[in-house]
């Protein structure tokens, strides 16, 4: 089974901290990808990576940056957190372009203060 | 037209009722379809995968129209433990990401 863990379930940080969170993937995939999620808004794609060092911008990219210097780990950083970016974060990965079921972590649930 | 769409619901249903969601997209030429589940509080975990017209497993068949564009999930003799948000994504046209629909919810109540 694929298992992917997020270093953090539960964070709590204050404005204008620096805050890094880290996604391990255990099965050798290519591609992973940051998400968050708010009520009403559904998965919203913050980044993606398809290769070590390489990263594309998703959907949301404003606000946050993200390194991935080895295959298995993905973090994602929030450079000067603010409160709208209190949400839940989620960490996925998927094998290659031609299979790209994705599986997920079990999040991360930050808040700002 | 957003990329995926779907009815939020709420789905109530009665234990052993069948029931149907779809969900339609924008992008025609996406190969590549799933339907996650994801309960409250938790990760959305890959339910099914469609690549050609459908796919079955068990209790669940999902179904795909590539000429109206849209995915169905059907479920069959409705279990309490099916009572979830159901996720649908399409292959974005980068081929790596996915496009996520904001969810059905669905209550199975006995």
């Known amino acids: 089974d694929v298992k992917v863990t997020q270093s953090s379930r539960y964070l709590v940080k204050r404005t204008g901290e620096k805050v890094f969170l880290e996604c391990v993937q255990d099965?050798?995939?290519?591609?992973m990808f940051w998400y968050r999620q708010d009520p009403g808004l559904g998965l919203r794609l913050i980044y993606f990576?398809?290769?070590?060092?390489?990263?594309e911008k998703g959907d949301i990219p404003e606000g946050y940056s993200v390194s991935r210097e080895k295959k298995e780990r993905f973090s994602l950083i929030l450079e000067s957190a603010s409160t709208n970016q209190t949400s839940m974060y989620l960490c996925?990965?998927?094998?290659?372009?031609?299979?790209?079921?994705?599986?997920f972590g079990p999040g991360t649930r930050l808040t700002v203060l | 037209r957003k990329e995926v769409e779907q009815d939020p619901g709420p789905f109530n249903v009665p234990e052993g009722a069948t029931v149907a969601f779809n969900c339609t997209y924008s992008?025609?030429?996406?190969?590549?379809f799933f339907w996650y589940r994801q309960d409250c509080r938790k990760e959305p975990k890959l339910l099914m995968s469609?690549?050609?017209s459908g796919n079955e497993d068990g209790r669940f068949t999902a179904q795909l129209n590539r000429a109206s564009q849209y995915i169905s999930l059907l479920i069959r003799d409705s279990k309490l433990s099916d009572s979830a948000t159901y996720l649908c994504?399409?292959?974005?046209?980068?081929?790596?990401?996915?496009?996520f629909g904001k969810g059905t919810s669905l209550l199975v109540t006995p």
């Open positions: 996925a990965s998927s094998l290659t372009l031609a299979y790209n079921e994705q599986f």
């Open positions: 099965m050798d995939h290519e591609n």
């Open positions: 990576s398809y290769d070590v060092k390489m990263k």
């Open positions: 992008n025609s030429a996406s190969q590549s």
């Open positions: 469609v690549y050609s």
């Open positions: 994504a399409v292959v974005s046209n980068s081929g790596y990401a996915l496009n």
